[in-house]
């Protein structure tokens, strides 16, 4: 079966089409029912006739006038002519595509390959991967231009994309059945046609037969039943294949000889059952719902075509002109109704425009702060989400829309990286005048020129925090370095005061004795005693305050043993982790160290803007599992996972707030020892 990958040419708009319908003219149309000139007729018949020629002119323009409604019936019964469940696709949603973000349209395909007929998802599917198709190229130069801008040579970039692993994955499979269903049907189809067209020529025989009357009628009537039972044919050949049937029946019934009684029930019933078909078609008009109307008006003429016979000639024209009439109602409908969607149409183009407008506006005044462009980031953001929710516009303007938008989204990040790309400069300027500062500080942290170098070392504190960013690359490095040599320093001229060292060296022994006997602990079964028991630990820990330096990994090995008790007696890790950081924060302010005070802030800062970043991941893969089970697998594991941050994100906050509420204590304190010695660990 030919493949029909290529782009939509109704992505957000215009009516919807199938694009077999527009390969060919049908050699003949199926309004044409009572037409039964080009055979030949008894002679006696033939008297009975008009003029053939001025006839058919006469049949020909009623033909031209009413094509368009009926052609419109049976291109979409010639498709479904090929299978019967292919009528699902009239049930099938289609969604708002062009509105869905890549992961989504992934999980759509995924839903509909896997639990629809594959013949009957086709428009659907090319929908979809047209959408996703301009999405991931939008996408895919966004990242191309960051590439770029970052100092990247284009011919090295490469992106690899999990969405876009994912859509080939799915739609290779959908294009696996495709092919497979299209390959087994191909066979039945052509078999099934050669026995209809074997059909007819029975038929056509049955006139030159010399038998018993009521021989032939029962012949006739087996071959009706072997016609139902033939089963469906290629939709190229449904039409004329119809077409060729019936006119052949109408022979049999005109020019040979039949009983006549017999004939005339055959007619009657027939007219009865055309006239209620009829009656059910002009119904149709009051009918609501349009897409439901026009299935039914499907139906209708499939049953007109493929089980009712013929009926006497005199009531033909009548008939059928009365059928083709509440059809061009139904037509006149659905075109009123296409009509008053291209204006709605018209109005979301007014509603894109503005958009982009708003969009362009933003990309010409780009801010010339890192705040102000992040804010600019959600607004158009913003925009984004707005233009792919305003619906469908004009199909002709489809293509021209979505390039200007594109365009102008592009302009925006051109804009906005090239300021990120200046800022990137000045930012290396920062890291040579912060490795200046560092070479001095490491020059410095062993000097014992206490009166000399003291001044001086808070000096290069105070001129390193006046310094901007550097490169995020680089700054976790030179501020650890930076911040260890100064450490150094303050910690050794600390030590010269004997009073300070000493204390600190009892706390350390206090707190070996304190370890040695909670490793000694043993827990005793009652588990509010045991609470208590250890939280006395925890108090006794905290009271003895700031220990040397280089013996402060006696507080990793006290938190190891305190977390497996916490273990053991069932207390929750939240819980145990807040019990513990209150030690933490008492040691912060005892040491009145402003910079590792706001070393500890940035740490729970980026924390908690981890543990946000990864919510907001695991939310969305759940989106792309939105058709799917809880019982599965998959689900339950990324549920755990998203509530196991949520936890963690909680125990940051309430960390944070710790932290906020020292700071808030220290700057109090500060302020009112502001002219005593009180910024010799800043």
Known sequence: MQENDGKLQ??????????????????????????????????????????????????????????EHLDEIDESNAEDAEDTENEKRHTIPM????????????????????????QAIHKH?????????????????????????KGGNEIDFRYNSVAKRQFNEVYSDYREKRDQYYKNLDQSLKDNLNKRLNIIEELK????????????YNNFKDLQNRWKNAGPVPRANYNDVWRTYHHHMEIFYDFLHLNRELRDLDFKH???????????????????????????????????????????????????EKFSNATKAMHQRRQEHFQELEKVYEKNLEKKHEIIASIAQIAENVANNHRGIQQQIKEVEALRDAFFKAGRVPQKVNEETWSYFKETVRKFNRNKNAFYKNQKKEQQVNLEKKKEL??????????????????????????????????RKYSDKIWKEFKDACNHYFDRLHAEKNDEHNAEFENFKKKSAC????????????????LEDLKAFLTEWKQYGRIPYNKKHINSKFNKIIDALFKKLGI????????KYGNKVQELAKTEDNHAIGNERVFVKRKIDEVKSEIRQLENNLQFFSGDSEDNPLVKEVVQKLNKQKDALQTWKEKMKNLNILEHKLNKESEAEEESDGGEEE
Do not use: C
């Open 95 to 118: 969604l708002d595509y062009h509105s869905m973000s890549m992961e989504n349209l992934v999980g759509e395909l995924q839903r509909l390959v896997k639990n629809e007929k594959v």
């Open 438 to 471: 560092l070479d001095l500080a490491i020059s410095l942290k062993d000097s014992d020129d206490w009166a000399e170098v003291t001044p001086q070392m808070k000096r290069i504190q105070r001129d390193w925090k006046k310094i901007g960013h550097v490169p």
């Open 270 to 320: 027939n007219l009865e059952e055309k006239q209620k078909l009829v009656e059910r078609a002009e119904a149709l008009v009051a009918e609501p719902d349009l897409n439901k109307a026009f299935r039914e008006l499907q139906t209708l003429h499939k049953i007109w075509k493929e089980d009712v016979g013929p009926v006497a000639k005199e009531h033909r024209e009548e008939i059928w």
């Open 125 to 149: 599917v090319s929908s979809i991967k047209y959408e996703f198709d301009q999405k991931f190229q939008e996408f895919l130069d966004e990242k191309k231009e960051e590439f770029i801008a």
């Open 10 to 67: 109704h992505a957000e708009g215009g009516i919807e089409e199938t694009s077999e319908n527009k390969n060919g003219q049908l050699e003949e149309s199926a309004q044409a029912e009572p037409k039964t000139t080009g055979e030949v007729t008894s002679e006696s018949e033939a008297k009975e006739q008009p003029d053939n020629e001025s006839q058919q002119a006469t049949e020909d323009d009623k033909t031209d006038d009413s094509n």
């Open 572 to 579: 929750g890790k939240q819980e145990s982790e807040l019990l």
């Open 205 to 216: 025989g049955l006139i030159d037969i010399e038998e018993d009357i009521n021989t032939t």
């Open 515 to 530: 370890l040695d006997r909670l490793k000694a602990f043993q827990l005793s079964g009652d588990k509010k005693k045991d």
